[in-house]
């Protein structure tokens, strides 16, 4: 089997949506993705663990950090599956799971990903899907820090669990009442 080259030029983009289990199956069959970790960002601690962040104290958002080529996929194209995916009107919470850990931000990598992000945002705000403010952070993107490896693709190694969680949660009834089944 022959391998598929690398593009010639690649981009980040980071997004924290709440639980970052959650944050990965959209994104992960996406054409154009090339890869999605989950891990930390935003936050003051280096190298931080699950169990840090869980506290609350790190300053940190569970986060999904994607590798893609922008010849396929658009950072808009981007920012659309990030906003079906999400509450954006909820500040430090995220369905069932509250503190500033599962707050909802983007963290943009260049001046052209902060005007997307905040003419997307504003595009958002103004089509009355949410009848509450979007609250959802935009800020400059810092040190990502991936998570432990049972956190990666959680989806694939935990199904029925994620799936519970996922539904349990609120996010599946949320997202599918203000988007419909996909």
């Known amino acids: ?4 080259p690398m593009p010639q030029k690649t981009e980040k983009a980071t997004f924290a949506g709440g639980c970052f ?10 054409a154009g993705v090339l890869s999605v970790k989950v891990g930390y960002t935003g936050g003051h601690k280096d190298h931080p663990t699950y169990e840090e962040v869980c506290t609350g104290t790190t300053g940190h958002a569970e986060a999904a950090e994607i590798t893609y080529d922008p010849s396929k996929v ?5 920012l659309d599956v990030f906003w079906r995916n999400i509450d954006p009107t909820t500040v430090n919470a995220q ?19 902060k005007r ?4 997307s945002r504003e595009r958002l705000d103004k089509s009355g899907k ?20 049972y956190h990666q693709q959680y989806y694939v190694k935990c199904p029925l669990r994620y799936k519970a969680y ?15 089944k996909k």
């Open 1 to 4: 089997m022959a391998e598929t």
């Open 21 to 30: 289990w959650c944050m990965q199956p959209p994104y992960d069959h996406l």
């Open 74 to 78: 658009t950072y808009d194209q981007l």
């Open 95 to 113: 369905f069932a799971d509250h503190g500033d850990q599962y707050r909802t931000a983007i963290f943009y990598h260049s001046a052209e990903q």
């Open 116 to 119: 997307l992000a905040e003419a």
């Open 130 to 149: 949410f009848k509450d403010p979007i609250v959802t952070e935009i800020v400059r993107a810092s040190a990502f820090w991936p998570a432990e490896d």
């Open 166 to 180: 996922k539904a349990g949660s609120g996010r599946t009834a949320f997202t599918e009442n203000i988007w419909g």
